[in-house]
T-cell receptor, first 115, second 114 residues
């Protein structure tokens, strides 16, 4: 158990809908990262927040947004969902802001299925 | 730019055999960090090791060992006396240049047959 929690574990929804994925980092970690894992794209970095501020952006679609709250939990919002958004979404956390100096510990993931 | 290549997409071994998973990376930076993660069938990503570019010492942890060679830009992972529980997808990853993002390879699926 990495100490990173993600809810829900599974999510099934329809095209065009909007969903929110939630992540709680390990105690003491200030950074939260979001990744998408799909069969065709592999594991792709989406976005990072550090202590409430956006720190780095990866291959995140405009239909997706995220935020980190004062208690450091984070939410990833996915809207106007398409079939291709079906994937495993991981949250990771680390102590500091650097993606390399600090090891990222991953949550169990949320499996999103868009029908 | 940073890139990670895991040329072996799938490997099958018989239990108790040794197996090496290859990882080749590309970066122009002199300071970088390399990682290995394990993703068992249950789906979670488990951190195995982090190595920085200034530490070329090989590391051994139980049946796991890692061989870091800057000369060939490789960071290979060996499992000795493999067990069925080692069956998983293994990802090599790289962070360099002070960027926040970590770039993952496509993963190597290891199947250990009893």
């Amino acid at each position: 158990d990495s100490g990173v929690t993600q809810t829900p574990k599974h999510l099934i929804t329809a095209t065009g809908q909007r969903v929110t994925l939630r992540c709680s980092p390990r105690s003491g970690d200030l950074s939260v990262y979001w990744y998408q894992q799909s069969l065709d794209q592999g594991l792709q970095f989406l976005i990072q927040y550090y202590n409430g501020e956006e720190r780095a952006k990866g291959n995140i679609l405009e239909r997706f947004s995220a935020q980190q709250f004062p208690d450091l939990h984070s939410e990833l919002n996915l809207s106007s969902l398409e079939l291709g958004d079906s994937a495993l979404y991981f949250c990771a956390s680390s102590v500091g802001a650097s993606g390399g100096v600090d090891t990222q510990y991953f949550g169990p993931g949320t499996r999103l299925t868009v029908l | 730019a940073q890139k990670v290549t895991q040329a072996q997409t799938e490997i099958s071994v018989v239990e108790k055999e040794d197996v090496t998973l290859d990882c080749v990376y590309e970066t122009r930076d002199t300071t970088y960090y390399l990682f290995w993660y394990k993703q068992p069938p249950s789906g979670e990503l488990v951190f195995l090791i982090r190595r920085n570019s200034f530490d070329e010492q090989n590391e051994i942890s139980g049946r796991y060992s890692w061989n870091f060679q800057k000369s060939t830009s490789s960071f290979n992972f060996t499992i000795t006396a493999s067990q069925v529980v080692d069956s998983a997808v293994y990802f090599c990853a790289l962070n360099s240049g002070g960027y926040q993002k970590v770039t993952f390879g496509i993963g190597t699926k290891l199947q250990v047959i009893p």
